[in-house]
């Protein structure tokens, strides 16, 4: 089955760094990778996704990059704020794209110093 | 829509007893997750339904896990007996086919 990787488990940056997280996948045939977002004793949250058709994906300050040839997608948050401050958790499908089958990274907490 | 919901929010059994964490997905929404989530173990998937079928349990721990969806509205994951590892908390997710939203997720204590 699918196996992610996810790195690093913690990361502290200075409040508007930009902080990165990265994560590897090992199924060649997953094609669509979320990443979520938790905030503390809440629910994950969709904060983008991007499928394999695609290289890049941004929204406002946030961005994913995807390396199909060797399976390894980043999210890239610049201007960090102390909202920002949470658990983000990337995933692989191995199915067609849809949310069937989602494989978790361990998650990395992300803290944002003032 | 009211996203989904799941109950009790929180949960202290005590060993060797039943307990039973419901879940309502989002109307509509074809497709039924079951998460573990722990310090340890990170975010595990336990079992999903797709058109109230189940069509991977493989992530369902031992056989005092069980779950069913009798209905497009409402699933039931079911503990018998509880053991202080199964403290957790389970979330219940759903989707139609690309975005999985979760519900806010039982805290459940085995004590």
């Known amino acids: 089955g699918e196996n992610v990787e996810q790195h690093p488990s913690t990361l502290s940056v200075q409040e508007g760094d930009s902080a990165v997280i990265k994560c590897t996948y090992s199924d060649s045939a997953s094609n669509y990778f979320p990443w979520y977002k938790q905030e503390l004793g809440k629910r994950p949250q969709l904060i983008i996704d991007i499928r394999s058709n695609v290289g890049e994906k941004k929204d406002q300050r946030i961005a994913v990059t995807l390396n199909k040839t060797a399976k390894h997608f980043s999210l890239h948050i610049t201007e960090t704020q102390p909202e920002d401050s949470a658990v983000y958790f990337c995933a692989a499908s191995q199915t067609g794209g849809g949310a069937d089958g989602l494989t978790f990274g361990k998650g990395t907490h992300l803290i944002i110093q003032p | 829509d009211a996203g989904v919901i799941q109950s009790p929010r929180h949960e202290v059994t005590e060993m060797g007893q039943e307990v039973t964490l419901r879940c309502k997905p989002i109307s509509g929404h074809n497709s039924l997750f079951w998460y573990r989530q722990t310090m340890m173990r990170g975010l595990e998937l336990l079992i999903y339904?797709?058109?109230?079928?189940?069509?991977?349990d493989s992530g369902m721990p031992e056989d005092r896990f069980s779950a069913k969806m009798p209905n497009a509205s409402f699933s039931t994951l079911k503990i018998q007996p509880s053991e202080p590892r199964d403290s957790a908390v389970y979330f219940c997710?759903?989707?139609?086919?690309?975005?999985?939203?979760f519900g806010q997720g039982t805290r459940l204590t085995v004590v």
């Open positions: 339904f797709n058109n109230n079928v189940p069509i991977d």
């Open positions: 997710a759903s989707s139609s086919g690309q975005t999985l939203r």
